[in-house]
């Protein structure tokens, strides 16, 4: 048997777990109604369409269709896997895991942990080189860039020397599966299907995700080679995306809980120095773009990004692509600033230069985003014309109207009617009107008109407990109708399984290899419709549409068979059919 979480493991985990507070300590929920709302965290919007529901524990966008529960929410927010988010929310709530799965070495589990084990014997290989005298030039070369015994150590820095087949000549491979190892990235293969080691003469600096697990590993070269990248990084692998991971994200989180800001530099050197000299709060990219990935994970532990860039055109204009990307993640209580370094400086060399105070000077004056926002755009225009000022808001207003704060937006927006000499309250407000909302396409799309079927789906799968009501579906299940065959088979898997949550109705469907499309839409539509019933009319509403249902099932088959009767006749097996339809429409009775 394959080994899996049992179902009874998540269906725990899922309900003791508040979702509304796991959620909002990572994105700003707003109470309206009974649900909370904020601007989705996985689309671009300006309009709050993201909605969680306590009662019913789950998530939904109804602008981008995002949806799922808090193990759905924690995949797709903080980018952990399945597991490690069961092993998160039982850490949570106490719960050991131990027992819960099948001890099979074949499982994704199992399978998971011996890589995780792999690149700990790897890691552990190239930290022994640092200590190994025939290597003892990899280890000089760390303490001429001003690295301490006590950093090497604690960031688990290694070396990997020249050689094309070091791994398999030091570690036992026989212990491994094959699959595995090629899955972990340590090796290339080249087109004769050869493989031989990625990382050679370099430093090592493994990478760690929130567990302190290494997932991959960064190598830079000694000495200068044109012929060789200065940076080399692991590829993607199941455990490591390179878009979506910061170094030193672990090691930052680890030793602090309240972290005031975060400090995004470019390498692992600024990292490690940094650190050394007591800055921190510092993360580095991996010569990527800042990525919504990255935005997401740093808002998650704090509310202040300031991002440290060269002051060269380059630096300038990685500054401005990571503004672009982090606006419509700017709500109210996030903020982000730029530091920009002097020329021919990076933070590393700066810092040995100029001291920990006076660098943390440099980062107090960090340029707000408003002011690199306005200096960036007003160096590229003339502000003394007219033109020039229509120029400032035509390029400025549609940045403006991504940000999701309300208060940072108006803020923006006065020092704009300064600099365009709009002081007239009145006339800023016509000048800033905002377009009507346009309906998503999405919304378009799974547009429903609520008939009696739909109103009957749509309360029974908010409210399951609602299918002990129906009587019987004998009569409907010889209809073809495909929103009484959705009904049908809801009313049967919620008697099936009488605990089942909204949420857990909608993954059943959703996993079911069977279900239709167009029937999911359907299902997903009405599980977060907003009906205007009220809690103690929703059981009579139910009885009342029900009994509409049956009635109005019934009359048609009467009209029908009426008709074929003038025009046609009717059979014997068809009259008495016809006859049971007249009995049961003049003395039905449902649920008094």
């Known amino acids: 048997m394959i080994a899996r979480i049992p179902k009874t493991l998540i269906e725990t985990l899922i309900s003791r777990t508040n979702i509304v507070d796991l959620i909002n300590q990572r994105i700003p929920l707003k109470k309206k109604g009974s649900n909370f709302i904020a601007c989705c965290p996985f689309h671009s919007e300006k309009y709050p369409s993201f909605t969680v529901n306590f009662k019913k524990q789950f998530y939904y966008c109804f602008s981008c269709g995002a949806h799922g529960n808090i193990i759905n929410f924690l995949m797709n927010y903080d980018q952990y896997t399945f597991i490690e988010c069961i092993k998160k929310l039982s850490t949570i709530h106490g719960i050991s895991i131990k027992n819960f799965f099948y001890h099979n070495t074949t499982s994704q589990i199992s399978h998971e942990n011996n890589l995780y084990k792999f690149m700990s014997d790897v890691s552990n290989y190239y930290q022994n080189n640092l200590i190994n005298k025939k290597y003892a030039y990899a280890h000089k070369y760390l303490q001429n860039r001003g690295l301490t015994t006590n950093s090497i150590a604690n960031f688990n820095i290694g070396f990997a ?306 299918a002990k009501l129906v009587p019987t579906i004998q009569g409907l299940e010889t209809l073809k109708h495909n929103n009484i065959k959705i009904f049908i088979n809801l009313v049967k898997l919620c008697k099936f399984y009488p605990n089942f949550t909204t949420e857990q109705l909608l993954e059943y469907f959703y996993n079911k290899k069977t279900t239709n499309r167009h029937y999911f839409i359907i299902l997903k539509k009405l599980a977060y419709w907003k009906h205007i019933i009220k809690d103690d009319m929703i059981i009579i509403t139910f009885i009342d549409t029900l009994t509409k249902l049956y009635n109005l099932i019934l009359e048609q088959q009467q009209n029908m068979l009426i008709t074929r009767e003038r025009l046609f006749g009717l059979t014997n097996k068809e009259r008495r059919e016809l006859w049971m339809l007249n009995q049961k429409l003049s003395s039905i009775h449902i649920l008094k």
């Open 161 to 466: 020397p020249m050689g094309w087949n070091n791994i398999a000549q030091n570690l036992n491979l026989n212990t491994y599966n094959s699959k595995l190892i090629t899955q972990s990235g340590i090796y290339v293969e080249n087109g004769k299907k050869n493989k031989y080691d990625r990382f050679r003469e370099r430093i090592i600096f493994p990478m760690k995700n929130q567990e302190g697990k290494i997932i991959g590993f960064g190598g830079r070269t000694i000495q200068h080679n044109p012929k060789q990248p200065k940076y080399l990084n692991s590829p993607d692998t199941t455990i490591f995306k390179k878009n979506q991971y910061l170094y030193g994200f672990y090691e930052t989180c680890k030793k602090h809980k309240n972290i005031p800001y975060i400090l995004l530099v470019e390498g692992y050197m600024d990292v490690i120095i940094l650190t050394q000299f007591g800055i921190n709060y510092v993360v580095s990219t991996l010569g990527t773009s800042m990525s919504v990935y990255h935005i997401r994970l740093i808002y998650s532990v704090t509310n202040q990004i300031i991002c440290c860039y060269d002051g060269d055109n380059a630096g300038k204009k990685a500054a401005w692509r990571t503004l672009n990307t982090v606006l419509p993640y700017l709500t109210d209580n996030k903020e982000i600033s730029f530091m920009f370094l002097p020329n021919q400086e990076d933070p590393d060399t700066l810092i040995r230069k100029i001291g920990k105070d006076s660098f943390l000077k440099q980062i107090s004056k960090a340029q707000s985003l408003s002011n690199f926002l306005f200096e960036t755009l007003s160096k590229k225009i003339n502000l003394h014309t007219l033109e020039g000022r229509v120029k400032l808001s035509s390029l400025i207003l549609p940045m403006i109207n991504q940000i999701p704060g309300q208060i940072l937006q108006l803020c923006l927006q006065q020092k704009l009617s300064k600099i365009i000499g709009i002081l007239d309250d009145s006339k800023l407000q016509q000048l800033l009107k905002k377009p009507k909302k346009n309906i998503p396409l999405t919304q378009y799309k799974h547009n429903i008109t609520y008939n009696i079927e739909h109103i009957l789906i749509g309360l029974l799968i908010q409210n399951p407990k609602l």
